[in-house]
């Protein structure tokens, strides 16, 4: 079988295609290409040209038109080309159209996700969870994968066992998918157990989409040494750290990142690390307010929080992360042009929708350099005991009970 992993010896050159349709202007494809860059980075490529297309609707045969696959085709055989990368998930009649014209590597959006994930993974869970996605990715594209043995010619000699081998390959995986799906149900069990056996304690996990600074936030909180990277999908593995603020302990989760066209078999397969984002009290939802499609990053987690994971309704803490790295370009006096995101300075910004927020369930931070995270802690620690009293109210009666004696005791102390 062909293997879906880059190779991670040396860097391979790429390009990079998208269609600009009637449904996705010119302006989101960029941001989509700007993001595959992204990944295809993260994943080891070098994306050297981007190529893209107007069409109402993707060609059922080779995605983008005859003459674009030409034109991707010379520029591959002239600059020594060994991959090229599609935004859209590709079909199976599409993918071998495409490597019969082009001759090298073709991936889709979702086989590049794929081999992000299986690079990062380090757990046995993570490494279960992405083999799994991989084979059921895998199941419906065998057919492209025993070409040579296909009929495509008549003739003596020529009526190999294609048909059976794929039979063969598929009854395979699909036996693997099954033992797969029963060691993560398992692993989901065990985890449950573990979840019931941290007590009572309040549960806060950071969500977000990746790459905004979940890590490196609860590094700062939990003084640990989680990995935090420049990379898409640094952190796949959940997190869970005690985290004390001014003597009241919680749990604090970090996660792994959510992103645009996710794909769904990633999302089946993650459900049980996402347990944890379930079962949490408290969600704080951090935004890198420095990229200029922040908004849309928070859509796409708000919408993944509430059909994956049915938290939409938590108690959730808005986290504008990296306010050391927002810049924006200031208009010429003379620039008659409507203004764009760019062109906002930050305390503006905040004066938009953001200023119609709950200030206690809102705040602006660097993660990185440390701005404003006393008024995080601050937040959270509120956030944390309101729902620790409101599960262990008599907690809270002694609790204030030792808060007057303090008090008392202080004043005690001094008139003497």
């Known amino acids: 079988m062909k293997d879906l992993v880059i190779s991670k010896e040396a860097t391979e050159k790429a390009v990079i295609v998208g269609l600009v349709t009637p449904r996705q202007p010119e302006g989101k494809v960029n941001e989509y290409l700007d993001e595959l860059e992204f990944l295809a980075d993260t994943a080891g490529g070098e994306v050297v040209k981007r190529f893209t ?27 020594d ?15 071998a159209n ?28 993570a490494k279960t969870q992405v083999e799994l996605a991989q084979y059921q990715y895998l199941l419906p594209r065998l057919t492209r994968m025993w070409t040579h043995l296909e009929r495509q010619k008549g003739g003596i000699g020529m009526r190999g066992p294609g048909e059976t081998q794929i039979e063969t390959d598929r009854r395979i995986i699909k036996r693997r998918i099954a033992w797969l799906k029963e060691q993560l149900a398992d692993i989901d069990r065990q985890k449950t157990i573990q979840r019931k056996n941290r007590g009572k304690l309040t549960r806060v996990a950071l969500v977000g989409y990746t790459n905004v600074g979940k890590s490196t936030l609860m590094n700062l909180l939990s003084k640990s040494d989680v990995f935090a990277e420049n990379k898409l999908f640094a952190t796949l593995d959940t997190t869970v750290r005690k985290v004390t603020i001014d003597n009241l302990p919680f749990l ?30 408290l969600l704080v939802h951090v935004v890198d307010i420095s990229h200029p499609q922040f908004e849309e990053h928070i859509e796409v987690v708000n919408k993944t929080l509430a059909e994956i994971c049915g938290s939409a309704d938590k108690p959730m803490i808005m986290v504008f992360n990296k306010i050391d790295n927002y810049n924006h370009v200031a208009k010429d006096e003379d620039d008659l042009t409507p203004r764009s995101r760019e062109n906002i300075p930050l305390e503006e910004l905040k004066q938009t929708w953001m200023n119609r927020l709950d200030p206690g369930n809102c705040v602006f931070i660097s993660a990185k350099k440390g701005t404003n995270i006393d008024e995080l802690k601050h937040i959270l620690y509120e956030k944390a005991k309101e729902i620790h009293t409101e599960r262990f109210p008599y907690n809270d009666f002694l609790y204030q009970k030792y808060e007057d004696l303090d008090e008392i005791t202080s004043e005690s102390d001094a008139d003497v």
């Open 53 to 79: 297309q107007k069409l109402d609707n993707p060609n059922s045969a080779t995605f983008v038109g005859k003459g674009k696959l030409e034109e991707i085709r010379e520029y591959v055989e002239k600059n």
């Open 81 to 95: 080309i060994g991959m090229v990368i599609f935004d859209d998930d590709l079909s199976t009649k599409q993918i």
């Open 98 to 125: 495409i490597e019969k014209e082009l001759q090298v590597k073709i991936l889709d959006r979702s086989s590049l996700i794929l081999d992000i994930f299986a690079k990062r993974a380090q757990t046995a869970t």
């Open 252 to 281: 604090l989760t970090d996660t792994v990142g959510f992103i645009r066209k996710l794909p769904t078999n990633l999302v089946e397969s993650f459900k049980s690390t996402l347990d944890e984002v379930r079962d949490a009290d």
